[in-house]
């Protein structure tokens, strides 16, 4: 896919970084269905070619940000050599500067986020409680709730099953699935539809 044809999942004003940095690399994207696993990926392939997918059900500027981090990877190894970690700190130095490079591609209220989040970028978007807060308000999707929004005792969906939460454990959600019995422990930042005991 050439950076033409991901101009449609992209913001304004992103065609002369992605320029430079796809450079003379053979890359192939391809934009995937929605997966609840990951937001994208890059791998090497066998002829020295790069792969990178990335979910099309993103928003433009989250697009952009997982295509940076997943053309990072490509970048530092390059760099670097294949030995380095995936998420080491090449990697950290390669994504802060592209993140601060195309800074103008966000909007105003994102660019302080971004800032913050590039002093010390992480492997997971989840683990920036800022940068799921603003990308799921951007969403705007008013069902969903993050699980810290409700109260002991009250019941949600959350892929299908429903749920108890019954407290706090450290950091996280104690919940408790009500079909198996089982407890499951939720991250805050984690998306469940709120309901009745009848739900």
């Given at each position: 896919?050439?950076?033409?044809?991901?101009?449609?999942?992209?913001?304004?004003?992103?065609?002369?970084?992605?320029?430079?940095?796809?450079?003379?690399?053979?890359?192939?994207?391809?934009?995937?269905?929605?997966?609840?696993?990951?937001?994208?990926?890059?791998?090497?392939?066998?002829?020295?070619?790069?792969?990178?997918?990335?979910?099309?059900?993103?928003?433009?500027?989250?697009?952009?940000?997982?295509?940076?981090?997943?053309?990072?990877?490509?970048?530092?190894?390059?760099?670097?050599?294949?030995?380095?970690?995936?998420?080491?700190?090449?990697?950290?130095?390669?994504?802060?500067?592209?993140?601060?490079?195309?800074?103008?591609?966000?909007?105003?209220?994102?660019?302080?986020i971004i800032v913050r989040f590039s002093k010390s970028p992480k492997a997971n978007?989840?683990?920036?409680?800022?940068?799921?807060?603003?990308?799921?308000?951007?969403?705007?999707?008013?069902?969903?709730?993050?699980?810290?929004?409700?109260?002991?005792?009250?019941?949600?969906?959350?892929?299908?099953?429903?749920?108890?939460?019954?407290?706090?454990?450290?950091?996280?959600?104690?919940?408790?699935?009500?079909?198996?019995?089982?407890?499951?422990?939720?991250?805050?930042?984690?998306?469940?539809?709120?309901?009745?005991?009848?739900?």
């Amino acid at each position: 896919m050439s950076i033409q044809s991901l101009e449609k999942y992209l913001p304004q004003n992103t065609h002369k970084y992605l320029r430079i940095w796809f450079a003379d690399h053979f890359i192939h994207i391809k934009v995937t269905r929605g997966r609840n696993s990951k937001l994208g990926d890059y791998r090497k392939l066998p002829d020295n070619s790069h792969e990178i997918t990335v979910n099309s059900t993103l928003t433009p500027p989250l697009f952009f940000f997982v295509l940076t981090h997943e053309l990072a990877h490509l970048i530092a190894f390059e760099r670097y050599g294949r030995r380095i970690s995936p998420h080491g700190n090449e990697w950290k130095e390669t994504f802060r500067n592209m993140l601060l490079e195309s800074l103008e591609v966000y909007d105003e209220d994102l660019r302080p986020i971004i800032v913050r989040f590039s002093k010390s970028p992480k492997a997971n978007f989840m683990a920036s409680p800022d940068l799921v807060r603003y990308f799921h308000t951007e969403k705007q999707d008013d069902s969903l709730n993050f699980i810290e929004e409700l109260q002991k005792g009250e019941f949600f969906m959350y892929r299908n099953e429903k749920y108890l939460l019954e407290g706090l454990i450290k950091k996280n959600y104690l919940c408790k699935n009500l079909a198996t019995g089982r407890k499951y422990s939720f991250k805050p930042l984690a998306r469940v539809e709120k309901c009745r005991q009848e739900c």
